[in-house]
């Protein structure tokens, strides 16, 4: 049993052997080959195009790529065409996944896109295409089956796979004493992204609301996650200008989140992991005027942040472009510092977190695939189950 694995991104190679470990739990039996990352590999599957051939980030940096973008999307459509896999998993990538899934539909193979594009946010014209070249898509924010009703679209919400990522939720304390940090100075965690751009935009911002922040709150420390993608010199010049005692800590973003009080964060899938370490934040971003004007005039949504989106309404405070000043940030901050909005964003996000994560995500993804993965005897004792007792006679069965 052939299955075609595809996965263009560092996050969905990791989403895709989590998936893949259930699958080979559950059928022995299945191969996997495909496109992927250093994690599916570990899972076994045979990589016709690895990750680092084809992945990219922006414009500029696509163009040079083309050709090794087309060439994997020639090879893996007639390895496909040559194995007939009994299903694709099409993990994210939109661009790329698209084109692969119409030739895929064409051979008459079942497509399963697991992550659903943000057609709610901009280009809906592609709602059209997906309903046409999958089978199943499976989201990841609970609004999105309301949101493709009608559409022609088979959508299935499976729960968001940075839930299954995240530690154990335990006594602040004890996080505390993990990464050597006071365990009685009230933490401010900084979260400037992990782009270099975000740390040039952002991290300055953060910096002079923490020393607002500090005025009011007395022993004041601050502690900020180093994503291992950047140096710590990057960071050096800015931090030169915080006034309260910093940590910087290189040990998992959700860890060192989690020993906070409050949290300044860029928002990204950051926002979300602090959101399922129920750890109140103020979530802002800023990105430069032109884009920002393009992303006005193209993004159509209410919210920007992923714990909005997520929870279906506003719970926590988003700052964006202009209103994205140390001011405002120190002033939303300082509100969830205590009393009744820090009381009720932690109900909201213990509530987030409940709807997220209450079954692992790549479970659900896995248990999906099995329609496509039983054995020929048993999906036909399944058919007979569910048809009608006049629709199949007994001597057709063979």
């Known amino acids: 049993m052939d299955v075609l694995v595809v996965a263009g991104e560092v996050s969905g190679d990791q989403h895709t052997a989590r998936v893949i470990a259930y699958l080979k739990a559950f059928c022995p039996k299945a191969r996997f080959f495909g496109m992927g990352g250093r994690k599916m590999q570990a899972q076994g599957v045979e990589l016709l195009v690895p990750l680092d051939e084809i992945s990219v980030m922006g414009i500029s940096a696509v163009i040079p790529k083309l050709p090794k973008i087309f060439g994997a999307l020639k090879k893996l459509s007639l390895e496909a065409q040559k194995r007939k896999p009994v299903v694709a998993l099409l993990v994210d990538f939109p661009d790329f996944n698209t084109r692969l899934a119409k030739r895929l539909k064409a051979m008459k193979i079942p497509v399963v896109w697991y992550i659903s594009p943000s057609v709610w946010a901009w280009r809906k014209g592609r709602i059209k295409t997906l309903s046409k070249v999958t089978d199943s898509l499976l989201c990841i924010l609970p609004f999105e089956p309301d949101f493709y009703k009608g559409s022609g679209v088979n959508t299935h919400f499976v729960g968001n796979p940075i839930a299954e990522q995240m530690p154990s939720i335990k006594p602040q304390a004890d996080f505390k004493k993990t990464l050597g940090l006071s365990l009685r100075a009230p933490l401010l965690a900084l979260v400037p992204g992990s782009r270099r751009m975000e740390i040039h935009r952002m991290l300055p911002v953060f910096v002079k609301a923490a020393n607002l922040i500090a005025k009011h709150i007395p022993r004041l420390e601050i502690v900020i996650p180093l994503s291992p993608n950047l140096p ?148 036909l004792l399944e058919a007979l189950a569910n048809s009608p007792k006049t629709a199949v006679s007994p001597s057709k069965i063979c």
Not at 298 to 311: D, G
Not at 324 to 340: D, F, K, Q
């Open 232 to 379: 710590q010199e990057m960071l050096a010049p800015h931090l030169q200008k915080l006034i309260p005692p910093y940590h910087l800590r290189s040990e998992r973003l959700s860890e060192v989140v989690a020993t906070a009080h409050v949290a300044l964060v860029t928002s990204g899938t950051a926002s979300l992991e602090t959101a399922l370490m129920r750890i109140p934040m103020v979530v802002a971003y800023r990105m430069s005027f032109l884009n920002w004007c393009v992303a006005k005039c193209l993004i159509r949504i209410k919210h920007f942040s992923l714990p909005n989106l997520a929870f279906g309404k506003p719970m926590v405070p988003e700052l964006a472009q202009f209103k994205a000043t140390p001011r405002n940030l120190a002033a939303h901050a300082l509100a969830l510092w205590e009393g009744e909005a820090r009381e009720k964003m932690l109900e909201q996000l213990e509530a987030l977190a409940a709807q997220l994560g209450a079954t692992p995500t790549s479970l659900r993804v896995a248990e999906h695939l099995l329609h496509w993965l039983k054995p020929p005897e048993e999906k």
